[in-house]
């Protein structure tokens, strides 16, 4: 603990309280002002502490020391984190508050001032805390988001030999249609091992390829240049290194997985995925353990849900945790995500969109987004809805609709255990035209008028 000269606390402005033993901390990458309950209206309770480890514990300390049991912080960059998570080992509420809902509070912006209002707001339950997930769910989502890093990694190292390959002019991309799969690693392994002969280079395709060897071998002659050789050995070892790493985080977090597996599930069967064909691709791409932990950890099977793969499956997971009970409702989850249309009105009045305040949508959106338009050309009740949406606005519009759909299937199921039932795009096309047929009638009815079917192939098709 420290004080600095020349900046002593001045009172903030009193409101009624609702918490008198609350504090509030405004984060700082070198030193955290901690503003406590003040025993003297006329005395702020302030001080700061360095963010070693040794000065967060003193800062704790104290706080306990007085009594606090709620602090609220803002969330600045990532310095929050060592904070937060030692006042959660001493059991400690921590409310973790959006910086951009406090850019408005009055007087002159100094980190002493922001300390105060974040005490005396969180005092009177002005503040509003951010969500997040519980300790081990946040273990889970801070590998898997590095993980993600590292897909990025490698997929830059992709592109990396891929332009090397077109500087020398050799179309494995035009051989074979994955790059990394296992004919073109076998054609790049060979390559840097010294194989130039394009037949004998042919000659390591796949039995599963649709090319011949002699169509293969026509795009392999290359000008063989050495440094674009050079560049091409480099990237093909940093893509081994990603790769190695990416099955060390994939093996991590499936033990992550397994430490929150629910008792209560453990013994019950995983369900038969209706939809075969996304059943072979999950046990081909050899993600079956991992569709297993996830049942074994929430008590539903994600992927049963049209678009949701293994892959967002975790996601959703690590994002969020084995349970919604942190929304009341589907609404109130839908707008976190922020996936809803945002309306603002004032008088009566709609006002004109402007630029998001910066809090924008997060990756379980993101993934729901992609999710969404993967059902463009599918034959399933959500591929259907896409698609009558799309026909009537736009694309943009039936991906953040389908998402929001997506988003309340996902809540239904995490949060009561609601099992996911398609019932396929015809039934959705006849339900969707008895809905239509329904409100026409209503509208010729008020009008004195009814409705007399016509039968002909165009009135007897659906929609």
Not at 146 to 159: A, S
């Amino acid at each position: 603990m420290s004080k600095k000269k020349g900046r002593s606390p001045v009172p903030v402005a009193a409101l009624p309280v609702i918490r008198s033993n609350v504090a509030g901390v405004d984060i700082g990458s070198r030193e955290h002002w901690v503003a406590g309950p003040q025993s003297d209206p006329s005395t702020p309770n302030v001080r700061v502490f360095s963010t070693t480890t040794d000065g967060l514990n003193e800062l704790v300390d104290w706080l306990v020391s007085i009594g606090v049991t709620s602090v609220a912080m803002e969330s600045t960059s990532v310095y929050w984190i060592p904070l937060y998570e030692i006042l959660e080992s001493r059991r400690i509420e921590a409310v973790l508050v959006n910086a951009r809902h406090l850019h408005n509070v009055p007087g002159r912006k100094t980190d002493m001032r922001d300390c105060q209002w974040l005490q005396v707001l969180h005092s009177c339950g002005l503040l509003r805390a951010s969500f997040r997930p519980p300790e081990e769910i946040a273990r889970m989502r801070a590998i898997h988001r590095q993980l993600g890093n590292l897909v990025v990694e490698r997929t830059r190292t992709v592109q990396w030999m891929q332009k090397s390959l077109d500087q020398m002019n050799v179309q494995v991309h035009r051989a074979v249609a994955d790059l990394t799969g296992t004919t073109g690693l076998s054609i790049l392994r060979a390559i840097v091992g010294g194989e130039r002969d394009p037949n004998k280079l042919a000659s390591l395709r796949d039995h599963r390829c649709s090319k011949s060897e002699a169509e293969i071998a026509r795009y392999l002659t290359g000008t063989w240049r050495e440094e674009h050789l050079f560049n091409l050995t480099s990237s093909l070892r940093f893509y081994d290194f990603v790769e190695g790493e990416i099955a060390r985080y994939n093996r991590q977090l499936d033990e992550e997985l397994g430490r929150v597996e629910s008792p209560e599930h453990r013994d019950q069967p995983l369900p038969t995925n209706p939809d075969q064909a996304k059943e072979k691709t999950i046990i081909r791409e050899g993600k079956a353990d991992r569709r297993d932990k996830l049942f074994r950890a929430t008590g539903v099977d994600l992927t049963q849900i049209a678009g949701i793969g293994v892959e967002a499956a975790t996601t959703i997971v690590d994002e969020l945790g084995t349970e919604l009970s942190a929304f009341k409702t589907e609404h109130h989850f839908v707008s976190w995500l922020r996936l809803c249309p945002n309306k603002a009105y004032s008088a009566g009045k709609p006002l004109p969109k402007k630029r998001k305040n910066g809090a924008g949508s997060n990756r379980v959106a993101a993934i729901l987004r992609m999710a969404a338009t993967t059902l463009a050309r599918s034959r399933t009740a959500l591929g259907a809805y896409y698609r009558r949406i799309a026909q009537r606005k736009d694309g943009s519009v039936a991906v953040l609709a389908t998402a929001r759909k997506l988003a309340c299937i996902i809540y239904r199921a995490l949060h009561y255990g609601q099992a996911y039932v398609d019932t396929g795009a015809n039934t959705y096309e006849q339900a969707y035209a008895a809905r239509r047929l329904k409100s026409l009638e209503q509208v010729a009815r008020g009008l004195g008028f009814g409705l007399v079917p016509i039968a002909t192939d165009a009135a007897a098709s659906p929609g």
